[in-house]
């Protein structure tokens, strides 16, 4: 039901006239020489209970869409014209045509001087959010800032739409004086919950402020950081790549020293315990000699070697430089006659963590080998070279145990009771004679002897107690 039609250049608001007024009007001359604003095709002035709208006089030549409106939808915009009226230096349309007579606003909200405009859009029927979109960044395109002035609030959707959230919908009553749809609590974007009518004020007044953009600058910024986000990930990908590439190449270029010169551990008394791999500099190509070590005390006696545990983090101490590791390897080298040479520990920093750390560093031309791609060296590729005297395992178990420890748990077997003979338990229990002295015998029967017809019975004999 519009609400506004042409008559020669000026705006007919049907809102504002009395029912008298109204009735001249639709008997006057000039009531045939109104027309519709988008369509220019003659208007009718039409009258529903108390509201007073406009009509096509021959709706079938209109091919523009004006969209049907409830009375909350003409109540609504009725409330949102005056309030606005009643602001200093604001003034208010009515289905507001735009200059390409492509759409019309609801209520348009202009300055008395003319540079600010505001547009208010009364939408009580559902739409999709490309919708919302579409039409909020129309407004934008055009200068003018645009508010929503919608019944519930929207689902979750990316872009922030400029709206405000009344509670008044198409099934709500319409009150007899439109005024009283301003005391509105509402919710918006822009502000705590106030009153509608504060709320449109504080539009005006520009203390609403908007700092989302239009949906096109915020469609842009998603997929700027959608794209940020997906070469973050490409890259993040292509640097584990590359990585797994280097740990690959490592263990390709490294490899265990009894396959190069036999095994051989140097046994001590309560040394380290001391494992070493073959490689080569990742950027000279020199071999070279790394290592692990695991500290030991002189009172620890030891039947296995622990498990091979490299440390991917270090600090600026390592027991790989302490003396007693470097005399193992020594006497490594020295009695297995390898010439390979020792990688040098120095101090490097450390530029993600931005400490200092003992790093391996080649002989030849000084470059760190990084202790993670140490770590990454598969636990083949290593060789205990260097380990305390083990104890001999039964011995150690023997002495560890008492002779009636139960083997399967480590603890000592419980006494149990002596078992009853079974003569007199059967005879106890059942109160049958006992199986015959002359059929019990130790002599293993064969296999015909057991299923002939003299073995069944023996059997069932025996079995004398057995319930059936």
């Known amino acids: ?221 998603h997929r700027k950081a959608e794209e940020r986000v997906e070469r973050e990930r490409q890259e993040a990908e292509l640097r584990r790549r590359q990585l797994d590439a280097r740990i690959e190449e490592t263990n390709r270029n490294s490899a265990a020293p009894e396959a190069a010169f036999g095994a051989f551990t140097v046994h001590t008394d309560g040394g380290p315990f001391v494992w070493a791999t073959l490689t080569a500099c990742w950027k000279c190509e020199h071999p070279m000699l790394l290592w692990n070590a695991s500290s030991t005390r002189a009172s620890d006696q030891f039947t296995s070697a622990p498990r091979l545990e490299v440390k991917r983090d270090v600090g600026s101490k390592r027991y790989e430089n302490h003396p007693d590791v470097h005399r193992a390897l020594n006497g490594w080298i020295r009695e297995t006659g390898a010439d390979v040479e020792k990688a040098n520990i120095k101090m490097r920093r450390s530029k993600m963590k931005g400490t200092e750390y003992s790093a391996f560093i080649c002989p030849s031309c000084d470059e760190i080998m990084g202790q993670m791609f140490v770590s990454c060296i598969r636990p083949e590729k290593w060789s205990l070279i260097s380990a305390p005297l083990l104890k001999n395992t039964r011995a150690a178990e023997a002495s560890r145990k008492p002779r009636d420890a139960d083997p399967r748990r480590g603890k000592p077997q419980k006494q149990r009771p002596p078992i009853e003979p079974i003569e007199p338990r059967v005879r106890a229990y059942y109160g049958r004679p006992t199986v015959p002295e002359e059929l019990q015998t130790d002599r293993k029967k064969t296999w015909a002897e057991l299923h002939s017809p003299e073995g069944v019975a023996e059997a069932r004999r025996k079995f004398i107690g057995t319930r059936k």
Not at 23 to 33: D, I, P, V
Not at 71 to 84: F, W
Not at 130 to 155: A, K
């Open 1 to 221: 039901m519009p609400l506004i039609a042409m008559l020669d250049d000026e705006r007919i608001d049907a809102s504002q006239y009395t029912p008298d007024a109204w009735a001249k009007l639709r008997s006057s001359g000039e009531a045939k020489q109104m027309v519709m604003p988008l369509c220019g095709i003659r208007a009718i002035a039409k009258t529903r209970g108390t509201t007073h709208f406009f009509a096509h006089h021959r709706v079938t030549d209109c091919k523009v869409d004006h969209g049907g409106e409830s009375p909350q939808h003409l109540a609504m915009k009725s409330a949102l014209r005056d309030r606005i009226d009643a602001v200093d230096g604001w003034h208010a349309f009515v289905e507001y045509p735009h200059p390409s007579r492509e759409w019309i606003v609801d209520v348009l909200a202009e300055s008395d001087d003319g540079r600010r405009q505001v547009a208010f859009e009364v939408q009580l029927s559902s739409q999709t959010p490309e919708r919302y979109q579409e039409r909020t960044q129309r407004y934008f395109e055009g200068q003018v800032f645009p508010v929503w002035v919608i019944p519930r609030r929207l689902e979750y959707n990316r872009v922030e739409i400029p709206m405000v959230v009344t509670g008044f919908g198409k099934s709500s009553e319409v009150p007899e004086n439109t005024a009283d749809l301003m005391c509105l609590t509402v919710t918006s974007h822009f502000d705590d919950d106030v009153t509608l009518g504060a709320f449109v004020e504080r539009v005006l007044w520009n203390r609403a402020g908007w700092s989302h953009g239009s949906p096109f600058d915020q469609i842009t910024r």
